[in-house]
Structures are given as C-alpha cells and as structure tokens.
C-alpha cells in the first residue's frame, strides 16, 4: 500500500510563497506520475501540477508562472514551490500519485493554503 504525507501548508498574505512537499512511502513502482490538487470551498477538486517519472511538468493555466512543481526520485518526494500568492490560490492543496501501467490513484490527506488579502 501507498501512504502519502503532505507538509508546508499554511497562512500567508498575498504576494507570499510557500512550498509544499509530499513524501511517498510503501510499495512505489518506478513508473509513477505525481501532482497537486486543489479544492477550494464550492468548487471541484482540480489539477494545480504535474510531473512525470522522466520530470515532464503541466500546470493549470491559473497558476502558470507562479507555481513550480518538482520532484526528487531518490527520495520519492514532490514539491509545489507557490510564489506570488493570490487569494484565489486558497484550497486543500491534495498531494496524489498514480501508477501510470495501472492508472492507480493514491491520495494524501490534503494540507491547506490559505492567501489573505
């Protein structure tokens, strides 16, 4: 079994940074994609981020620009480098990893942003 933990969620003000990082421990295959959600109050839960196995990355087009995803294999963690925070950026940030052969999903527990004005 995958267990995911996220960190680094918090309260900045607008303009601020934060970076989230998200640990996968249990049985990880080498093929696997991982990202970020988000999910704000009223709205659905959607792609913020997404890296490969081979370190291709995808964005939302909210957050292109701002957000950084990155990802250290060794360690099986990925991180969401947020810069320039608005707060329209406020949600559970959800970490998830999938296994690309099976199409497997696994989630974290979520970790929240929240950006004042």
């Known amino acids: 079994q995958v267990q995911l933990v996220e960190s680094g969620g918090g309260l900045v003000q607008a303009g601020g940074s934060l970076r989230l990082s998200c640990t996968a421990s249990g049985s990880i295959f080498r093929i696997v994609t991982m990202g970020w959600y988000r999910q704000a109050p009223g709205k659905q839960r959607d792609l913020v981020a997404s890296i490969t196995s081979d370190y291709t990355t995808a964005y939302a087009d909210s957050v292109k620009g701002r957000f950084t995803i990155s990802r250290d294999n060794a360690r099986n963690t990925v991180y969401l480098q947020m810069n320039s925070l608005k707060p329209d950026d406020t949600a559970l940030y959800y970490c998830?990893?999938?296994?690309?052969?099976?199409?497997?999903?696994?989630w974290g527990q979520g970790t929240q942003v929240t950006v004042s004005s």
């Open positions: 998830n990893l999938k296994r690309v052969a099976w199409g497997t999903d696994y």
